[in-house]
């Protein structure tokens, strides 16, 4: 077991899955000489070559249409969008082809392909760089989204994402490359699908991904102080959900809490708080509780960052408000 950087963590996988099998192929805007913007993919041009990990050039639209192209004749390609945030550009690839193709060929074809992406809110990144879109994505029938917390998961996921048989969206956040986990030494897989309880509490469930499950663990530090157990639950794969976890977490606390960076509008959890009301009407002991970013553009200063997105403070208030109302009612 070994204290291990995040973005360390996902080059791993990378490099284990370009040496296990030929057919993966890396390519994205300076995953090759740069070794990719953050630098993710270092090193792995130098071992593997130009044919198998180069650069490609300013379009996403087209190296991620020929990313389909190559899943679709037997390779297995990995491409790298910079910025979840054009994402946009590339969509009608993932959405209308790679996510589709198995469908509309009758299973003659399929596109086993990882999009590789990063996303989140930065200081003094703009508006155009720090949506997290993921919600756009769970919409589309034929892809699953991962989203790794912690470099073990992010290991663990993108392995399994590389040898799936369908195109995977794995999100990353550039906030957490530089965060440290445990890592094994040896190899393993996570199957995608499956949750993971990250703390263990019998009051309230904590639902979130990605950077924000931080966060979460933070509430739950601060509910401990009102008397409140939370259960933290990292969802990690954001298409499909895993709701037995959920349930069963439920069935337990009563009570539920979505916390995501995206904006609250139009967010996944959204989406899943509906879905938890339809499944388990008896179980909930009192409306799914949502927080995320305000609907609007994510400003650049960092102070006005902190105003627009979710705050610990802020949640665990809410939280710890609507857990003495209901428990004084």
Same mark, same amino acid.
């Given at each position: ?18 040496? *296990? ?16 913007? &953050? ?7 130098? *071992? ?24 679709? /004749? ?6 790298? =969008?910079?910025?979840?945030? &054009? ?16 469908? =509309? ?13 990063? +996303?989140?809110?930065?200081?003094? %990144?703009?508006? +155009?760089?720090? +949506? ?5 994505? $769970?919409?589309?029938?034929? @892809? ?8 073990? #998961?992010?290991?663990? =996921? ?5 040898? #799936? ?8 956040? *550039? ?12 190899? &393993? ?8 309880? /990250? ?39 954001? +298409? ?12 337990? $606390?009563? *009570? ?19 879905? @938890? ?6 179980? =909930? ?9 305000? &609907? ?31 428990? %004084?009612?």
């Amino acid at each position: 077991m070994t204290d291990t950087y995040y973005w360390r963590a996902v080059n791993r996988a990378l490099d284990e899955e370009l040496a *296990r099998d030929e057919r993966v192929v890396l390519f994205g805007e300076d995953v090759a000489l740069p070794g990719g913007v &953050f630098g993710v993919t270092r090193n792995l041009a130098g *071992r593997y070559g130009p044919e198998r990990v180069f650069d490609a050039p300013i379009s996403e639209n087209g190296f991620v249409g020929a990313a389909v192209g190559a899943a679709m /004749v037997g390779l297995r390609p990995v491409c790298e =969008l910079m910025f979840m945030d &054009f994402s946009l550009v590339a969509s009608d690839q993932i959405i209308n082809h790679a996510a589709k193709i198995r469908y =509309l060929t009758q299973g003659a074809y399929h596109a086993p392909m990882v999009i590789r992406s990063q +996303q989140g809110v930065s200081p003094g %990144s703009s508006a +155009q760089h720090t +949506q997290s879109l993921e919600a756009i994505f $769970t919409a589309v029938p034929g @892809l699953k989204v991962v989203g790794a917390a912690t470099p073990a #998961d992010a290991y663990g =996921l993108l392995k399994t994402a590389i040898r #799936d048989e369908d195109p995977v969206l794995f999100l990353e956040h *550039r906030m957490l490359y530089m965060t440290k986990g445990e890592l094994p030494d040896e190899e &393993f897989l996570l199957p995608l699908g499956r949750a993971r309880t /990250v703390r263990e509490g019998d009051d309230v469930t904590i639902v979130s991904w990605l950077a924000s499950v931080a966060w979460a663990e933070q509430v739950a530090d601060a509910l401990v102080e009102r008397g409140v157990g939370a259960e933290v639950i990292d969802l990690r794969s954001l +298409q499909p959900v895993d709701y037995e976890t959920l349930e069963a977490s439920i069935a337990k $606390t009563g *009570r539920v809490a979505i916390l995501h960076e995206a904006m609250r509008h139009g967010g996944v959890g959204a989406e899943i708080a509906a879905t @938890l009301h339809e499944r388990l009407p008896d179980a =909930l002991k009192a409306p799914v509780q949502r927080f995320g970013a305000e &609907f609007l553009p994510m400003p650049v200063a960092p102070t006005l960052q902190e105003v627009v997105q979710p705050r610990v403070a802020d949640v665990a208030a809410a939280l710890g408000t609507s857990m003495a109302l209901l428990a %004084s009612s």
